[in-house]
């Protein structure tokens, strides 16, 4: 089943008087369990693609379908797919800085209908899974670049979602920590069932890929 497919994706920006073509034209699809890596140079269009197939952005035009719905160009339709079908592991780990790691990951629950006991026996159980259960009441000053990343990721994971998208998950952690990280997102694909699309430059995350994708100008490229 795929989770993912892109069809002749295209996303303009306006630059003052000006329009800048960022994606021209991306075709893609993605398995349920697949672990699929993004690659290619800065500028590239990588990190504008991942934020259109995890309904963030919209695109100019082509089509997108995510878990089974047609993705409209209609943005007060995003929230509720990105709540049924997505986690989003995002580079700077965008936590809130005034909730602790806790309440980071039960924030996230609430937005999908859980609240109360139930999502914080949900959150101490994903911390517990990224190995954060003694720095669950940590705020995130008080947390390291790899904890942060953790609990970005218990976040994603809230509610079980189908898909996993990760702008560079090892881009601000040291090398021991992003393998721990690497080996969780292999755990999950293969016994969850999950589906995980990886945007990086780091070559350890090949390891753990079923394949690469490869970014360049704004196109997919079958022999980069």
């Known amino acids: 089943?795929?989770?993912?497919?892109?069809?002749?994706?295209?996303?303009t920006f306006a630059e003052g008087r000006e329009s800048v073509q960022v994606l021209r034209g991306v075709s893609l699809s993605v398995e349920q369990g697949e672990i699929v890596a993004l690659e290619g140079?800065?500028?590239?269009?990588?990190?504008?693609?991942?934020?259109?197939?995890?309904?963030?952005?919209?695109?100019?035009?082509?089509?997108?379908?995510?878990?089974?719905?047609?993705?409209?160009?209609?943005?007060?339709?995003?929230?509720?797919?990105?709540?049924?079908?997505?986690?989003?592991?995002?580079?700077?780990?965008?936590?809130?800085?005034?909730?602790?790691?806790?309440?980071?990951?039960?924030?996230?629950?609430?937005?999908?209908?859980?609240?109360?006991?139930e999502a914080r026996i949900e959150a101490d159980e994903l911390l517990d899974a990224v190995g954060l259960s003694e720095r669950k009441k940590f705020l995130?000053?008080?947390?390291?670049?790899?904890?942060?990343?953790?609990v970005a990721i218990a976040r994603a994971l809230a509610g079980k979602a189908p898909l996993l998208l990760a702008?560079?998950?090892?881009?601000?952690?040291?090398?021991?920590?992003?393998?721990?990280?690497?080996?969780?997102?292999?755990?999950?694909?293969k016994e969850q069932n999950r589906t995980l699309l990886i945007v990086t430059h780091d070559p350890k995350v090949r390891a753990i890929t079923d394949r690469v994708l490869h970014i360049r100008d704004g196109l997919i490229l079958e022999n980069p």
Request: some cysteine; proline content about 5%.
């Open 1 to 11: 089943m795929k989770i993912i497919e892109a069809h002749n994706v295209v996303k």
């Open 41 to 117: 140079p800065s500028g590239s269009g990588k990190t504008t693609l991942l934020s259109i197939l995890g309904c963030i952005l919209t695109p100019s035009s082509g089509e997108i379908i995510v878990d089974g719905q047609r993705v409209l160009r209609d943005e007060s339709v995003l929230p509720k797919i990105r709540r049924k079908s997505i986690g989003f592991v995002f580079q700077q780990f965008n936590l809130f800085g005034a909730l602790t790691a806790q309440e980071n990951v039960e924030y996230a629950l609430n937005l999908k209908g859980k609240k109360g006991r």
């Open 140 to 150: 995130p000053r008080d947390l390291s670049g790899g904890q942060k990343q953790r």
């Open 167 to 189: 702008d560079e998950p090892t881009a601000n952690i040291d090398t021991p920590t992003a393998t721990q990280i690497l080996e969780l997102f292999r755990k999950l694909a």
